[in-house]
């Protein structure tokens, strides 16, 4: 699903207006559940949310969060819902025996960096967790979902676009009041730069959430082999558009951008569609590692295969905020929860 244009903007229209009564609505009710006790598993849970629906760097900074705690020799184990699968769980992810149409492609990103288990029961997910020998569980998404206790919850936002609108599904992006959110979140992340995440981090400071700053920076091999290229670009992700720009900062050309919805898996005609342009053109196909993982498995992955390349992305906090996602992640797992 590709979220419509109307929640992004600061502007309430009239179409955001006349669906704010149902945002209420539905707000309120996600601003209760976030109010309700939930299960501890034995370990602390490490919980990477968005205040919104689409993506921001969530899956990005639980890579981030998990290297670092292999560092420390902690054993972290993902838990995520799978979003884009069918399988329900939970289920030990296996990156060569499964593929997204089964798990989604987040959990196959995350299972190559360490264990990951998919469960849309979050309680059932922590227990398979715990009996594979997690001793931190590293939630990839599930802020708004209160079935775990979680030990640290950090909030990852786009700071070019903030939350829009301001309001809540359906009139806006917002999945539970933002007020509620901040009161639960130990720190905001902004990734990137914008007047949008400025506002918000004078919101964030103000219920007491540290602010946190970072980028996702390409991987610097592969931006250097790409840098001067003509590119046909092709995304599925919350913001295609993000992805179109770092091209261009790297110094690639795109000259053909598609943009799907988020999630959304490529047909056979997708992919020839792409290849044609492409020749037509002789432009390079480029693409994100999200959408690669989705492809995999798929007739349209077979038509790619070998056509395309794959531009990674890391999350890099500048220095003062990975210092203090490090103290908060040593509150968290000392049992002082941040």
């Known amino acids: 699903m590709r979220a419509p244009g109307f929640w992004w903007r600061p502007d309430r229209t009239l179409l955001a207006t006349l669906l704010s009564p149902l945002g209420a609505v539905s707000g309120a009710r996600a601003a209760a559940r976030l109010a309700r006790p939930g299960f501890n598993p034995g370990v602390p849970v490490i919980c990477v949310g968005n205040p919104t629906v689409g993506g921001a760097g969530k899956t990005p900074t639980a890579l981030y969060l998990a290297r670092h705690l292999i560092a420390a020799g902690r054993r972290p184990l993902f838990l995520t819902r799978g ?5 329900r769980g939970p289920l030990l992810v296996d990156p060569p025996a499964h593929f997204a149409a089964h798990v989604g492609d987040e959990a196959l990103l995350l299972a190559r960096a360490a264990p990951t ?15 594979e020998g997690a001793d931190v569980i590293v939630m990839d998404d ?34 539970a009041p933002l007020e509620p959110q901040l009161a639960r979140a130990a720190a905001m992340l902004l990734i990137g730069e914008g007047e949008a995440g400025e506002a918000l981090a004078l919101r964030a400071a103000d219920a007491g959430a540290a602010v946190l700053r970072g980028r996702l920076a390409p991987d610097a091999r592969v931006a250097s082999l790409l840098f001067g290229r003509r590119v046909l670009a092709f995304a599925g992700i919350g913001r295609p558009a993000k992805f179109f720009e770092t091209l261009r ?5 795109p000259v053909a951008e598609h943009a799907f919805g988020d999630h959304q898996p490529l047909g056979p005609a997708d992919a020839a569609r792409l290849i044609g342009e492409a020749q037509a053109k002789d432009l390079l196909i480029v693409t994100t590692e999200k959408d690669a993982a989705r492809l995999a498995g798929t007739e349209a992955g ?8 794959v531009l990674p992305v890391r999350l890099v906090p500048d220095a003062d905020s990975a210092r203090r996602l490090d103290a908060l992640m040593a509150e968290a797992l000392a049992g002082r929860p941040g």
């Open 142 to 175: 599930g802020f708004q979902n209160p079935a775990l206790a979680k030990a640290l919850s950090l909030l990852v936002v786009d700071a070019a676009v903030g939350v829009g609108n301001g309001l809540c599904l359906p009139a806006g992006p917002l999945r």
């Open 117 to 131: 288990v998919l469960a849309r029961d979050r309680v059932a997910g922590a227990r398979l967790a715990v009996e």
């Open 83 to 87: 979003y884009g699968g069918a399988e």
């Open 302 to 309: 077979r038509l790619l295969s070998g056509l395309f390349d």
């Open 249 to 253: 900062v790297i110094g690639a050309n």
